[in-house]
């Protein structure tokens, strides 16, 4: 890793390319080994709003980890997820972020934040694990949350690669009930197959093509417009990732868009801003509590 700078954030940066023996790589895996054995007190959540095009109604929310690092401060996920996936302490990490999220998302419902579902982000090593739906089921029984609550993000490559086995274990999670996105859809080698032969719930459009979409773009709106289509047949929630102006916000509605997520409607915050936004948001299926 050679550090670039302080990205936009003030999240520390990295160039990509990683040399195996170089010291702040050996550093940063040490320290993120540490990070994990001392409890994750290092890490920490935040959650973005998806928001139903609709009628601009809080529909649920994702989950993205943090590091804050003893001495190089805020690191965003694009710097220590990959060396997590490489060293396997994905696994280790994957797990606290499940148990985080989902002791806090229990906590909302509590308060009568009901009806949302939780996403989060999981890797193809965590995917892997022949006990994931297991794991998976425990920890939601442990927080009182129904299956179908929680909504768990992978990538396509993940479908592209040992597709009969990966197909096995998104009929397992679809049988528990849990939901399934495509994240960073259209990105990958995409093959349509897949979504004939995989029981997905939803599709996360990629945020490149929404960047790239504005009323002079024609090519990303043709994109849009064409996996709308498809995933709209196959009876697929359409979500778009990475909405940033009112703009785009019109033009993916006319597209065929369910949900959307972007700063637009909020970056990701921390839990307790978190709660003010879902407080101060449209919410109608908050239910009074005593
Ligand atoms: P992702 O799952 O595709 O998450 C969306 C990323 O886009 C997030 O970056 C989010 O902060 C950013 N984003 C949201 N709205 C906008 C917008 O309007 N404009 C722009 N430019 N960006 C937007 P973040 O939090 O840095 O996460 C990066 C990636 O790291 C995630 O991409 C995900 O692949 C991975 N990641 C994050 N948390 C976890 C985790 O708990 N486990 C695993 N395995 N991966 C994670
Ligand atoms: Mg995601
Ligand atoms: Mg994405
Ligand atoms: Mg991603």
């Known amino acids: 890793y050679q550090i670039k700078g302080r ?5 520390l940066q990295f160039t990509p390319e990683m040399h195996s023996g170089h010291s702040l ?17 290092q890490f920490e959540l935040h959650y973005q709003p998806q928001v139903s095009h609709r009628d601009a109604r809080t529909v649920g929310m994702e989950a993205l980890i943090r590091w804050h690092h003893p001495r190089l401060g805020l690191m965003a996920p694009d710097t220590f997820i990959p060396l997590a996936e490489e060293t396997g302490m994905i696994v280790a990490l994957g797990e606290w972020v499940l148990e985080r999220a989902l002791s806090q998302f229990a906590d909302w419902r509590e308060k009568g934040f009901t009806g949302l579902q939780l996403a989060v982000n999981l890797s193809p090593k965590e995917f892997d694990r022949a006990d994931l739906p297991e794991r998976l089921l425990r920890r939601l029984e442990a927080h009182a949350v129904p ?15 040992d597709a009969e086995k990966n197909i096995d274990m998104v009929k397992q999670l679809r049988n528990s009930g849990l939901r399934i996105s495509i994240d960073d859809f259209g990105t990958r080698y995409s093959s349509l197959n897949y979504l004939r032969r995989f029981p997905i719930n939803s599709i996360k459009i990629d945020q490149s093509f929404v960047r790239d979409l504005n009323a002079g773009n024609s090519n990303s709106t043709s994109i849009i417009h064409a996996i709308s289509c498809i995933a709209r047949s196959f009876g697929l929630r359409i979500l778009a990732e990475g909405v940033e102006t009112e703009a785009q916000r019109q033009l993916l509605s006319g597209l065929a868009c369910d949900d959307m997520q972007g700063y637009l409607f909020s970056q990701p ?22």
């Open 269 to 290: 915050l921390p839990a307790a801003e978190f709660e003010a936004f879902l407080t101060s948001s449209a919410f109608p299926s908050r239910t009074s509590v005593n």
């Open 7 to 11: 990205g936009k954030n003030g999240y």
């Open 25 to 41: 790589r050996i550093t940063l895996e040490s320290d993120l080994r540490l990070a994990l054995e001392s409890g994750g007190d």
């Open 147 to 161: 299956p179908d609550a929680l909504d768990v993000e992978i990538t396509e490559n993940l479908l592209m690669k």
